[in-house]
Structures are given as C-alpha cells and as structure tokens.
C-alpha cells in the first residue's frame, strides 16, 4: 500500500494554526527574575521602571568653581566681577553641587587675583551642572515589556536603582537524534555510517534564539525506545525536536511517537525541502518532527520552530540592516572628531525612512537604549542639513522599524504606557516617541517628519484646547484630531508645602526657585498665559529661563530640593510624593497625519488609547479622566 502523508497544508496557515493551538493549550513566555548583572540579551517579562533618578544628586560637570549664578550677572569682557573666597567653593567633575550654589564656573574661564577670582562673563543658572534626573527620573519607563535588554540599558537600569529584573526565562529545547545508521562524530567512520551534526546545527541556531538546547543520546529505530525517549524528553524540556523518522520509510516512528505522548496537528507541509515535517504537541509543549536531511531540517526549523520560539521567548529574531534615511532636522558635528550619532527612525507620509538624532551628551545612557541606528560622520564632515539622505546602521531590525508608529510631541506617562500595552499585545509593534512640545508636534507633522504627535494647547481667548491652533497650521486640512485625555495641570511643590506656596502668583517671591517647561510645550504656553492672567512679570521669577522637558524631570527637580515649584501634571507630582496645587483641567490629544489615520499602526494605537486597560493603569498614576467614546 502506497504511503500517504496525513496533511499538506500551507506554511503560513500551517504555522499560525499550530501557534494558536499551543497557546489555547497555555504556551506563553516563562519568567525569572535575574540580577541586572547578568540580565544582557535578556527579554523583558514586564515593563521595567525606574526606582531612583540618575543622576541622583546634583552634580558639577566640568572642573572648575561652584557659585549662585546671580553673583555673576553684570560680568562682562570689560567689568569684571569679582568674586571673594566665600563667593565660590572649587569643584571637580562629578562633585555634588555644594549648597548655596546653582551652577559650575569652567576652570578655564576663571581668573585668579590672589584669593579672589575674576569672571569676565556672567553665568547662567545651572550651567554647566549635571541635575537630578538628568539621564533617568525616578517613575520613568526604562524598558517596555518584551524588549531585548541591550548592554546601554544594564546601565540605564542600574543608574535608575534596579537592581533586579523579570525576564523570560530561555526555554529548554531537547534534541533527540535517531537513526540504525547515525553516529556520533568521528574520524574513521564505517560505512553506511552517517555522522548525526544535525542536534550540533540545531542547537547553534537555537542558541542564537535565546533557547536552551538538551541533545539526548542517539536513538536506534526501535519503535519502544524512541516513544521511552520522547516520554522523558517531554518531562524534561519546554519544546521537543526529533530529527529524522517522520518521513515513510519502514523504520519511522516519529509520527506515532508524536501521537503517543501528545497530539498531531500535521504531518507534511507544502514546501520543498521539508515537507515531511511533523508539527504536534503535548499539553502546551512543542514538539517538531524534522526530517533527516540536514538542509531540510535547517527549512523547518527557521520556517516553523522560528515563530514558536518567538511565542516563548518574546523576542524578534530577525537580523540586522543598514537603511538610507532623510535626515530630519540639522546635525552639526566638529571636524575634530569622526561621530557617531544615535538616532530615532521613523516613517514619513511618502514612506522614506526620517532619522532624528538624539540627545549627545557622553552620560545620558537612555538615549542609546532608546536608538534605532548610528549615523557613522566622518571625521572631515561637519555635519548634514535637514533634508539630507544619510546612511544609518540600524540596532534594530529593520521589519520593526516598518512597524514603528513615530509621535513627536508632548510628554505624557500614559504614552509610555500605551506603548507597553501594545508591546504585550503585540511583541512587534514599536513605538518612537519624542518629547520636544505640542507646537514641536505640530511643526514635526508640517515637515512629515511624524505620524502623529499630542498636544494641549489652550486658546487664552475662549479657554478651549487645540482646535484653534489645528486650524491656523492646517488650513487646508492633512491632519484629524483624536480626542485623547483630560489631565490635571497645576503646580507640583515640596511634600508638606515647607515654603507655603499658596498659589501661582506665589513664584515671584525671592525665596521661591522657579522650574519651567521647553518652549513650545504646552505646559510652558498654559505657564505664560498665568503670567499674563496675574499681571506678573516673567523677569521676577527665579528659573523661568530653567527649562526641563518632561513632566517626570521638573518633578525630579523639585523633589531633589533644587527647586520649590513648577508646573506639572498630577501624576508626575504623585510618582514624586509631592504635593499638588491644581489649576486647571486641559485636554491632551493626538494630531494625526491623515494619510497614516486608517494605518494598522495608528488604529492600534487609538484601540489601547481607549482600552480598559489603559484606563487601569491611568486611575493607578492619578489625575487623568477619559473620554467616553466607542470605538
């Protein structure tokens, strides 16, 4: 009687039935917590948080002299200031800022006169100093949920006090090798001896996926002694492959070793080579059967163990690209030195790679967690223009980067949040948010440079948020404005209120150090608009030229004691333990790109942005009310 394979199912259907049969059967990452020590090309079980800002004190970045940046103001070329020893204190690099002090006098631009020094030109506050939460702020998201943890981010993680994370546990995968004619590597083989190097390619390739491979000992074709093998491999191991038996011949026994401790989904697939292959289970264990021929089984492998691996994992197990990119914004960089600049890619509205280079400074490690690719400048450039085409060496893989959704604008906690609900809904889905402002959102999606970007900007004449400015930009339309949060904004000071600050007009006084938003953030619009509403005068405030460019970081300022107000959100002034004088309630919302609104990207997005799940994590942070809208 001729042989006849059970199935010839398509691949792709093939491998998306047998994925969804092991997860109805309970396959799912595995999980440890491991030291952040040894946690490098490790994945993430869950979103990691920072527990402590880095830096967490306040610290000199140059060598030189420590001063309160308003005994320097006057100090010009031709009048001097001259400063007595109790005016200044020394410091060298990495110092804490002492107290009564604000910023950091280079070495170089101090003139010595016996013991008084001589300043030829005025300091700024907190020039030249490294401030708490400079890198990573306390409450901050280091990592999301099923991230591969890259060297940079063992850093990030450590600076931010985490000293231990959950990861996904590397799933055991046993080999068992069987064959009359199989034998072990050798010199002088017989012959009609095989050498068996298959368990030694399949082992290497699952190495290289994060996996844990268990070769067992060649088993001869005896019907008994493969189903005893199997048995004890299922125990032992979270996936199983056996190599060889599941084709025809007289002496194949895998399929029935398969249909003996589990189930068999299918047995044959339509390619060419490997369609042999075996695709069963037990419980929620994998088990393959690969067919002998080693090209064969490498096919299988890649085509079909490669996506369970992912499942159990949680990892993309793709390689790495370089890509040509239009440069977003201008980069200069000195002659000196041959650079390399860490950038953001996202996808503009004509499908060209957008690369925006992140923040530079030699100590801020989150920007290398959260880059896509290096631009690699040469040591004779002196940098690109905007619009420049530029080759980028990606640290990512190119296929997510496809799927990356980019939002340039306000900062928001709930945007990172999103992006760890979509991250556990979908391992492939990525997120490349920028914070530079809602009128930076607004000027990013007029140069293309985003999807979409969140904004709350207030109309001092109506009181009402964003449309007003939508329709000065957008005249002609281009862009939809989803309705996103309502959100508390009001003043977040020191827990207890120690310097009684009883309202907004309160910043003006002497005693009061004032920490502000960027320009162009909306939070810096609402702040000048109070200015203006109280007849106050922004040249009386002390620290209002002080800028910080997330909720998280002025709030990490204030709780380190450096300042005494700033604006800020609810949810910020809670992670802190401050406390919270509330001024308004604004609307936080999306622009977005109208040729990417009906994208799976964006309408993934907005699926989380009105989920119950993000409205759980919201009433856990505090200060936020949704929409009640139906999707």
């Given at each position: 009687?001729?042989y006849e394979y059970l199935t010839n199912e398509d691949l792709d259907i093939a491998v998306e039935s047998y994925i969804a049969a092991l997860k109805a059967e309970g396959l799912c990452p595995k999980t440890e917590r491991v030291p952040v020590f040894e946690a490098a090309g490790r994945i993430t079980a869950s979103a990691v948080y920072a527990h402590i800002c880095a830096p967490h004190y306040n610290a000199s970045a140059m060598d030189g002299i420590a001063v309160m940046a308003n005994k320097t103001f006057g100090a010009t070329e031709t009048t001097p200031v001259r400063l007595k020893p109790a005016d200044f204190i020394q410091v060298d690099t990495g110092d804490p800022m002492p107290e009564g002090t604000d910023c950091v006098v280079m070495i170089e631009d101090v003139v010595r006169d016996a013991d008084d020094v001589l300043l030829y030109g005025a300091a700024v506050p907190w020039q030249h100093v490294r401030q708490v939460g400079e890198d990573v702020c306390a409450g901050d998201m280091i990592l999301p949920s099923y991230t591969k943890i890259a060297p940079a981010a063992l850093g990030a993680m450590l600076a931010g006090g985490v000293l231990e994370?959950?990861?996904?546990?590397?799933?055991?995968?046993?080999?068992?090798?069987?064959?009359?004619?199989?034998?072990?590597?050798?010199?002088?083989?017989?012959?009609?001896?095989?050498?068996?190097?298959?368990?030694?390619?399949?082992?290497?390739?699952?190495?290289?996926?994060?996996?844990?491979?268990?070769?067992?000992?060649?088993?001869?074709?005896?019907?008994?002694?493969?189903?005893?093998?199997?048995?004890?491999?299922?125990?032992?191991?979270?996936?199983?492959?056996?190599?060889?038996?599941?084709?025809?011949?007289?002496?194949?026994?895998?399929?029935?070793?398969?249909?003996?401790?589990?189930?068999?989904?299918?047995?044959?697939?339509?390619?060419?080579?490997?369609?042999?292959?075996?695709?069963?289970?037990?419980?929620?264990?994998?088990?393959?059967?690969?067919?002998?021929?080693?090209?064969?089984?490498?096919?299988?492998?890649?085509?079909?163990?490669?996506?369970?691996?992912?499942?159990?994992?949680?990892?993309?197990?793709?390689?790495?690209?370089?890509?040509?990119?239009?440069?977003?914004?201008?980069?200069?960089?000195?002659?000196?030195?041959?650079?390399?600049?860490?950038?953001?890619?996202?996808?503009?509205?004509?499908?060209?790679?957008?690369?925006?280079?992140?923040?530079?400074?030699?100590?801020?490690?989150?920007?290398?967690?959260?880059?896509?690719?290096?631009?690699?400048?040469?040591?004779?450039?002196?940098?690109?223009?905007?619009?420049?085409?530029?080759?980028?060496?990606?640290?990512?893989?190119?296929?997510?980067?496809?799927?990356?959704?980019?939002?340039?604008?306000?900062?928001?906690?709930?945007?990172?949040?999103?992006?760890?609900?979509?991250?556990?809904?979908?391992?492939?889905?990525?997120?490349?948010?920028?914070?530079?402002?809602?009128?930076?959102?607004?000027?990013?999606?007029?140069?293309?440079?985003?999807?979409?970007?969140?904004?709350?900007?207030?109309?001092?004449?109506?009181?009402?948020?964003?449309?007003?400015?939508?329709?000065?930009?957008?005249?002609?339309?281009?862009?939809?404005?989803?309705?996103?949060?309502?959100?508390?904004?009001?003043?977040?000071?020191?827990?207890?209120?120690?310097?009684?600050?009883?309202?907004?007009?309160?910043?003006?006084?002497?005693?009061?150090?004032?920490?502000?938003?960027?320009?162009?953030?909306?939070?810096?619009?609402?702040?000048?608009?109070?200015?203006?509403?109280?007849?106050?005068?922004?040249?009386?405030?002390?620290?209002?030229?002080?800028?910080?460019?997330?909720?998280?970081?002025?709030?990490?300022?204030?709780?380190?004691?450096?300042?005494?107000?700033?604006?800020?959100?609810?949810?910020?002034?809670?992670?802190?333990?401050?406390?919270?004088?509330?001024?308004?309630?604004?609307?936080?919302?999306?622009?977005?790109?109208?040729?990417?609104?009906?994208?799976?990207?964006?309408?993934?997005?907005?699926?989380?942005?009105?989920?119950?799940?993000?409205?759980?994590?919201?009433?856990?942070?505090?200060?936020?009310?949704?929409?009640?809208?139906?999707?």
């Amino acid at each position: 009687m001729k042989y006849e394979y059970l199935t010839n199912e398509d691949l792709d259907i093939a491998v998306e039935s047998y994925i969804a049969a092991l997860k109805a059967e309970g396959l799912c990452p595995k999980t440890e917590r491991v030291p952040v020590f040894e946690a490098a090309g490790r994945i993430t079980a869950s979103a990691v948080y920072a527990h402590i800002c880095a830096p967490h004190y306040n610290a000199s970045a140059m060598d030189g002299i420590a001063v309160m940046a308003n005994k320097t103001f006057g100090a010009t070329e031709t009048t001097p200031v001259r400063l007595k020893p109790a005016d200044f204190i020394q410091v060298d690099t990495g110092d804490p800022m002492p107290e009564g002090t604000d910023c950091v006098v280079m070495i170089e631009d101090v003139v010595r006169d016996a013991d008084d020094v001589l300043l030829y030109g005025a300091a700024v506050p907190w020039q030249h100093v490294r401030q708490v939460g400079e890198d990573v702020c306390a409450g901050d998201m280091i990592l999301p949920s099923y991230t591969k943890i890259a060297p940079a981010a063992l850093g990030a993680m450590l600076a931010g006090g985490v000293l231990e994370v959950l990861v996904v546990k590397p799933p055991v995968v046993g080999i068992i090798p069987t064959g009359d004619e199989i034998v072990s590597p050798c010199t002088d083989p017989k012959p009609g001896d095989i050498i068996e190097f298959n368990s030694t390619i399949f082992s290497g390739i699952l190495k290289e996926w994060g996996a844990v491979p268990k070769t067992y000992p060649i088993v001869k074709d005896i019907k008994e002694d493969i189903i005893s093998t199997m048995k004890k491999a299922v125990e032992e191991c979270d996936a199983v492959i056996i190599n060889a038996g599941s084709s025809a011949g007289r002496d194949d026994y895998s399929s029935l070793a398969i249909s003996t401790v589990g189930k068999m989904l299918y047995h044959g697939i339509a390619i060419k080579p490997g369609k042999p292959a075996i695709l069963g289970y037990a419980g929620e264990k994998p088990i393959l059967g690969v067919p002998g021929y080693p090209v064969s089984g490498i096919i299988v492998l890649e085509q079909i163990m490669r996506p369970v691996i992912e499942v159990m994992t949680g990892a993309n197990l793709h390689m790495k690209d370089e890509i040509e990119a239009v440069l977003g914004r201008v980069m200069t960089s000195p002659l000196k030195y041959r650079e390399f600049v860490r950038v953001r890619i996202g996808i503009n509205e004509n499908g060209d790679f957008v690369a925006t280079p992140l923040n530079r400074g030699a100590g801020v490690v989150t920007s290398f967690v959260k880059a896509d690719g290096i631009i690699d400048v040469p040591q004779d450039c002196e940098g690109y223009e905007a619009g420049d085409k530029v080759k980028v060496i990606l640290l990512r893989p190119l296929d997510e980067l496809k799927n990356t959704l980019t939002i340039i604008g306000s900062h928001d906690p709930l945007i990172d949040e999103i992006t760890d609900l979509l991250k556990i809904e979908n391992k492939d889905s990525v997120v490349s948010s920028s914070h530079v402002g809602s009128m930076g959102a607004i000027m990013a999606l007029k140069r293309g440079e985003s999807q979409m970007g969140a904004i709350h900007l207030l109309d001092e004449e109506t009181g009402e948020y964003n449309t007003k400015y939508v329709n000065k930009h957008f005249p002609n339309g281009g862009v939809i404005l989803e309705k996103g949060v309502k959100r508390i904004q009001g003043l977040m000071i020191a827990k207890g209120n120690p310097k009684n600050i009883k309202d907004f007009s309160d910043i003006t006084r002497d005693d009061i150090s004032y920490v502000n938003r960027q320009k162009g953030s909306g939070t810096r619009i609402l702040c000048d608009f109070l200015i203006k509403k109280n007849e106050m005068n922004s040249s009386d405030i002390y620290g209002y030229d002080r800028e910080e460019f997330t909720h998280t970081s002025v709030a990490a300022q204030i709780a380190s004691g450096t300042a005494d107000a700033g604006l800020g959100i609810y949810s910020a002034a809670m992670t802190y333990d401050l406390d919270f004088i509330p001024i308004c309630n604004e609307e936080y919302d999306f622009l977005i790109d109208e040729s990417a609104y009906g994208g799976e990207k964006v309408k993934n997005f907005l699926k989380i942005l009105h989920s119950d799940e993000l409205k759980d994590r919201l009433t856990r942070l505090g200060g936020y009310e949704t929409w009640d809208l139906h999707m």
